[in-house]
């Protein structure tokens, strides 16, 4: 059988309820059901409603993962600058070859143009996902910039094709 609600569960109620205690964490603490806590509090004219709390964190929260995400896409952004800007800066390519497999290295005035497609593609991603996080404001989306990038690998892809057919002219030499 039950045990009777007593005076002295109305004033541990009454108190611990005053201390901002749950009503969950009443219970444990008297040894009753939420159940029977809720009917106490009631009839005390008390409410464990936590409305305007649970309101206040749940925007903090929305408003620091919007911060949060705003940081990535400006970093996410600053990523495909650097790669992009990796499309016409020298570099050095190394490769083990021969029968000795040795390691031989070529500087070039530019990356391969397959290194250019790959490097546009990362760049491509990182936009592209930063856009994701934090839309383009007035209007601008991803596929305005992915339109933007496809021009640019098509203009690549000209410029290659431009190479290779002055290497043939050339009897094999490409010029740089």
């Given at each position: ?99 000795d497999n ?38 601008e989306d ?15 892809t000209r ?18």
């Amino acid at each position: 059988m039950a045990r009777l609600i007593d005076d002295r569960d109305r004033a541990q109620v009454r108190r611990l309820h005053a201390e901002g205690k749950a009503r969950n964490e009443i219970a444990r603490a008297m040894g009753r059901s939420p159940s029977t806590v809720s009917k106490i509090a009631a009839a005390l004219g008390l409410s464990f409603e936590r409305g305007p709390e649970v309101v206040a964190a749940t925007e903090a929260r929305r408003i620091d993962l919007a911060a949060r995400r705003a940081q990535l896409a400006d970093q996410l952004h600053t990523d495909a600058e650097r790669l992009r800007a990796q499309l016409w800066e020298a570099c050095t390519v190394g490769a083990f070859g021969g029968k000795d497999n040795v390691w031989s290295e070529t500087h070039l005035d530019r990356p391969t143009f397959g290194d250019q497609r790959q490097i546009l593609a990362a760049a491509g991603t990182a936009i592209e996902k930063s856009l994701k996080l934090a839309p383009a404001e007035g209007g601008e989306d991803a596929a305005q910039v992915r339109s933007m990038l496809g021009a640019l690998g098509e203009a690549l892809t000209r410029a290659a094709d431009d190479e290779d057919e002055d290497a043939d002219e050339d009897g094999g030499a490409a010029g740089g």
